[in-house]
């Protein structure tokens, strides 16, 4: 079955590039298109795709509130990939924050494109960890965000291993890169990391390595 794809931006230019990139593509399927995040629930509830790629900024509900009421009111909801222009964007880290799985550069070459599409669909490795780290440094901040991570964090009681686990999944290694670093199968892996997301409550990947980011329990840097 093909990787199924709804668009949203409020550019035409911007969703017509990017259907004729992922559709060029066998194994993934463009279902449909809207303008504004205020089009995104009847859409997602009626085609059902698996990946929205979301534009952050829109005029009448941008891609943060669009991502929230997505996950709020849709039931097994798709995967999201924000579409952003800057990658050091509040907006962004405030998406990512919301429940957003990764983002997507505008300007990324068209592999990039279909990469993440995939990477985001299959749900296994981080986006861009490296601007992850830069945007929690930049915007993490102090105070209540960061206590509020300290407090999921404490609350999980992570065992070593699985803190360990964690903070690979924070330098954005996969599943079978993180069992080559521990020599360990990549069954296990994937064990440590569904128990490292049920006890931080975290949607996935994305969202347990904010929590590590901003928890301090990995630095930015």
Sequence with gaps: MPVTVLLVDDEPLVRAGLRAVLEAQP?????GEAADGAAVIPLVRRLRPDVVAMDVRMPLMD?????????????????ILVITTFENDEYVYEALRAGADGFLLKRARPAEIVHAVRLVAEGESLLFPASVRRL??????????????????????????????????????????????LLVGTETVKSHVSAVLAKLGARDRTQAVIVAYESGFVAPG
């Excluded at 194994?27 to 279902?31: A, F, G, R």
């Excluded at 206590?147 to 009681?157: D, F, P, S």
């Design 27 to 31: 194994d993934i399927e463009v279902v």
């Design 63 to 79: 891609g943060i509130e669009a991502t929230r009421a997505v996950l709020r009111t849709v039931p097994e909801p798709p995967k």
């Design 136 to 181: 929690a440094a930049e915007y993490g901040g102090e105070g209540g965000g960061n206590r509020a991570a300290r407090a999921v964090l404490e609350r999980a009681r992570l065992t070593e291993r699985e803190a360990e686990v964690l903070r690979l999944m924070a330098r954005g290694l996969s599943n079978a890169e993180i069992a080559a670093r």
